[in-house]
């Protein structure tokens, strides 16, 4: 949560401000702009972190924000229309190529086209499923506390420490950044679009951001999934949506139909965001054109068809490291500009307590 109040804080102080109202922010702008307010050695570190984070953002909009979402939200499709006997099954194509049609009449758009599309999305789809979840919970709720004793003695046990703790934080930790973005410096592109003249004000908003995802989203389905029985130490880790699914579907038999929409509506909004990303760091290396634009997002899109066709192991493998990459140059970053967020803070707590913030409200 403090590093995605850090990044998304510097995101808002160091973005770049058009004449046309567009705006252009993110780990690129504060490494190499805020970097450099600390003298020339950190100017030229803060100009290398910036374009490795930008080449590795690239890299994790085709891998982590397209592939694998195009890849999982395929896989629970196939899983609720037959399995290995559906007629989906090998045609990861087929689906691939409906979902870059789909994105790619959004994403032409642009921010603002993004923006719209994603604000009704995302809520619709975060009702749908916290509701299916809280269902299963109540109608279980007996369970529960047991439960959260499985979660602490399989994490604290003798045994579960002797079976490799650090191995199970580590892919918590993977899985955390996939979904919650925190201290892999990518949501702060998006919020640096906000309109607001005080950077800390959007750090707060994202603050907030991890715990809903990740500790209430997160904890409700680690719930379903023990309190059904679903829960097997030996299934791929990586086959998360269709353990999910098969615990869903063990208290309510057509539920896996409305988690699938869920799924792809998840899947589809991750992917139109991470366009926008991914253009913005290819355009801070190259610079706006039309063909850069182009570009860069007719090879999204062919990126959505490849990656509902290979296996999962691939994708994965890919998006981690892309993922893992990013967070090296912004969290090194962060550490070099904590003092800047720390005096953003206490001016904005001064004027808070002052009665300031009304008036310099934007």
């Known amino acids: 949560m403090s590093s995605k109040f850090t990044e998304c804080t510097l995101g808002v102080k160091y973005r770049n401000e ?6 252009s922010g993110g780990p690129m702008y504060y490494l190499s702009k805020g970097l450099a307010e600390r003298g020339k050695g950190f100017a030229k570190l803060g100009k290398v972190l910036a374009v490795l984070f930008a080449i590795f953002c690239i890299g994790g909009s085709f891998g982590g924000g397209n592939m ?11 899983n609720v229309t037959g399995g290995e006997a559906s007629w989906l099954a090998d045609k990861g194509w087929l689906f691939g190529l409906v979902v870059a049609i789909a994105v790619g009449l959004v994403i032409i758009g642009g921010i603002k086209g993004i923006a719209r599309v994603t604000s009704k999305i995302v ?3 975060a009702i749908i499923y916290v509701t299916a979840g809280l269902i299963i919970i109540f109608v ?3 369970a529960v506390p047991g439960a959260f004793v499985a979660i602490f003695n399989g994490a604290f046990s003798p045994e579960g420490i002797a079976g490799g703790v650090i191995g199970v934080l580590f892919q918590g930790f993977k899985r955390a950044a996939f979904s919650n973005e925190a201290g892999i410096g990518s949501a702060a592109i998006a919020h640096s679009a906000v309109q607001t003249s005080r950077p800390v004000t959007e750090g707060i908003v994202a603050l907030y951001e991890p715990f809903v995802d990740t500790v209430v989203v997160c904890t409700i389905t680690a719930l379903v999934i023990i309190i059904t029985g679903t829960w097997d130490p030996s299934v791929d880790p990586s086959a998360g949506v269709q353990l999910t699914s098969k615990a869903f579907e063990s208290s309510i038999s057509w539920f896996p139909y409305i988690l699938s929409v869920a799924v792809i509506l998840f899947a589809f909004s991750t992917m139109i965001s991470w366009s926008y990303y991914g253009l913005k760091c290819l355009t801070f290396l190259f610079g706006e054109s039309r063909a ?12 959505v068809v490849i990656g509902s066709s290979m296996q999962l192991g691939a994708v994965i493998d890919f998006s981690d490291a892309m993922i893992f990459a990013m967070a090296f140059p912004n969290i090194l970053g962060l550490y070099f500009l904590l003092p800047v967020v720390k005096r953003e803070l206490n001016e904005y707590w001064d004027d808070y307590r002052q009665g300031r913030l009304q008036k310099t409200r934007t």
Do not use: E, I
């Open 123 to 125: 809520p619709f789809m």
């Open 68 to 78: 694998f979402q195009a890849n999982q939200s395929f896989s629970q499709l196939v």
């Open 140 to 142: 279980n709720l007996s």
């Open 18 to 23: 058009y004449a046309d109202g567009t705006v």
């Open 292 to 303: 850069v634009d182009v570009t860069y997002k007719l090879l999204f899109l062919a990126f």
